[in-house]
């Protein structure tokens, strides 16, 4: 069974540091592309940052030099560090794993940036 679990939401002040945290399991998570997604109310679900099986990686304009994603294979995990936090960073996060035809989407995890 395929399980993406997030973790790492918080409240945080703006200006704030966030690490989140993806692991992933059932998946042979090396080949796959990682990826984060965010979901604000009343917003559509929007890339914030990817990075493929060669660890290219690739961020939305609104958080470039701001967030990093990275991976970690031998722990199956990947992680959004999130620096500078705006208050329009205010969302749940989502874990999604991509290899055409198969993507796996986590629960999410709550981040608030409010002062």
């Known amino acids: 069974q395929v399980q993406l679990v997030e973790s790492g939401g918080d409240l945080v002040q703006p200006g704030g540091s966030l690490r989140l945290s993806c692991a992933a399991s059932g998946i042979f998570f090396r080949i796959y592309t990682m990826e984060w997604y965010r979901q604000a109310p009343g917003n559509q679900r929007e890339l914030v940052a990817g990075?493929?099986?060669?660890?290219?990686?690739n961020y939305a304009d609104s958080v470039k030099g701001r967030f990093t994603i990275a991976r970690d294979n031998a722990k199956n995990t990947v992680y959004l560090q999130m620096n500078s936090l705006k208050p329009e960073d205010t969302a749940v996060y989502y874990c999604h794993a991509q290899m055409a035809p198969w993507d796996y989407w986590g629960q999410g995890t709550q981040v608030t940036v409010s002062s």
């Open positions: 990075i493929s099986s060669t660890s290219s990686t």
